[in-house]
């Protein structure tokens, strides 16, 4: 998108170069009206006329045999020339065997519009012409071609918005307008395919991360089951049982523990490709309630201490309130469960970073924000990957991983209306994650139901 967008602004940038060339070189454009430059049979004319300019441009359109091509440079150049008759003719060129093609911006207020003129056959592309585009041009039969000149955008009359304009009969000056047309074209073509693709892509990363998630669900309940019934089972016969007996006892454990964790880290997976999904579709949404923000941290470090009790026993997560927060009787409007993800995609980072020493969370309160801070004394931030943390996909090369947690963390915060950020400490070893969340946030029926005085601030 980037790219495509980068190489239409360069073409866009020389089409209004040739044209500025030609207004300046073969014209005074404050002066000349209707002179002619006479190449043979060839002529270039520069009007000033509004109304001569309306009249050229249906009678060019009127009297295409072949092929007419047009750019319109805005969404309002459309409505423009829908009011004055162009999309009309247009249709009825179409409807005379001219093969029509358009290039135009689109936008909410055009869309229908757009969609009847590709059902009576015309061609329509989609373009995103710079913020300072200035002309529309239109081709006729490749022979001869119009450029109009927009003076002011703003206006929704035809007369009011359009400026100087040439007409060329020149072919040196009309096939360098029809080669910047199809660029545009196949510039388009290659956008349409390219986001085709990333739409096949996403619909199959979606259904793929459903389907992998159903029957994880029930392969983790199986295991709770079987690893429950085993406990009893072998509580019962291990006073008896021998030294052999025994230690098969505690190679099943161990394997239904390997079970468990790797189908509970896809079940993360499937849920990070979902969220992911669901943030590219648009479908993401809070669901804002009010949350006790000590509770989302302790359940949070038991969730990680448990994770990571046998893996990294001599690492300790420590949570570090500042004196002004209470955290146990902090309560603000938030989606627990999501800053609970974003905190223990945080922690779980830091943990795992970590070979030994103290993790700490701390939190506290400015203006009318909330930081969130995780310390560790572990590697640091990968220089590689400094300028990306938050990327989607980012990953340390010697860390493997999906890349997608601090991703998604930055996504969570950010619907929040919070922001979030990371550095290596100085000095020290590791590195400090944190985000701030604005105490301030509120539903919409929270916030026309509220007291006046309650509204803007958090429940200390």
């Known amino acids: 998108m980037n790219l495509w967008t980068t190489n239409l602004h360069g073409i866009y940038i020389k089409y209004e170069q040739a044209t500025r060339l030609i207004w300046k070189n073969c014209f005074n454009a404050h002066t000349v009206t209707s002179e002619f430059r006479h190449m043979g049979h060839e002529t270039i004319q520069v009007i000033s006329q509004p109304d001569r300019i309306k009249q050229i441009y249906l009678s060019l359109v009127r009297s295409a045999k ?150 994880i669900t029930p392969i983790i309940s199986a295991v709770e089951f079987v690893n429950r019934d085993f406990t009893n089972i072998a509580r019962a016969l291990e006073k008896t049982a021998d030294t052999e007996t025994k230690r098969k006892f505690d190679n099943i454990r161990t394997n239904l523990a390997v079970i468990m964790r790797n189908t509970k880290r896809l079940m993360q997976l499937a849920e990070d490709i979902l969220q992911v999904s669901r943030i590219q579709s648009g479908t993401f949404a809070l669901n804002l309630q009010h949350t006790n923000i000590g509770s989302i941290i302790d359940t949070t470090i038991a969730d990680i201490q448990k994770k990571y009790q046998k893996a990294k026993p001599d690492v300790t997560v420590r949570f570090v309130p500042s004196p002004n927060v209470d955290a146990n009787n902090l309560q603000f409007y938030c989606d627990g469960p999501k800053i609970a993800q974003a905190l223990f995609n945080l922690l779980d980072n830091a ?95 929270a916030t026309t139901n509220a007291e006046p005085e309650t509204t803007n601030s958090a429940t200390t």
């Not at 924000?369 to 990327?391: N, V």
Request: with cysteine; net charge negative.
């Open 66 to 215: 072949n092929e007419v091509l047009v750019i319109f440079p805005t969404a309002n150049a459309v409505r423009r020339e829908d009011a004055i008759g162009v999309i009309d003719e247009l249709k009825k060129a179409k409807d005379r065997g001219a093969v029509v093609r358009i290039l135009t911006p689109e936008d909410d207020f055009i869309r229908d519009k757009l969609d009847t003129i590709k059902s009576t056959g015309i061609k329509v592309r989609e373009i995103e012409t710079p913020t300072d585009a200035k002309f529309k041009l239109l081709i006729a039969d490749r022979k001869i071609s119009l450029v109009v000149e927009t003076a002011d955008d703003s206006k929704s009359d035809f007369y009011e918005a359009i400026g100087l304009a040439t007409l060329s009969s020149s072919k040196p000056t009309v096939l360098p307008y029809v080669t910047i047309f199809e660029s545009f074209w196949r510039e388009a073509d290659l956008y349409e395919q390219a986001a085709e693709s990333d739409r096949i892509k996403d619909d199959f990363v979606n259904v793929a991360a459903h389907e992998l998630r159903n029957p």
């Open 351 to 445: 943990v795992k970073f970590t070979k030994a020493g103290l993790v700490e969370i701390s939190l506290s309160q400015e203006a009318k924000e909330l930081i969130f801070a995780i310390k560790d004394s572990g590697m640091g931030i990968d220089l590689f990957l400094k300028d990306k943390l938050f990327e989607k996909f980012a990953v340390a090369r010697s860390s493997g991983g999906t890349g997608l947690g601090l991703y998604l963390c930055r996504k969570i915060i950010e619907a929040h209306g919070g922001r979030i950020w990371g550095q290596n400490n100085m000095p020290g070893p590791g590195a400090t994650f944190a985000f701030a969340l604005p105490i301030d946030l509120m539903p919409l029926d």
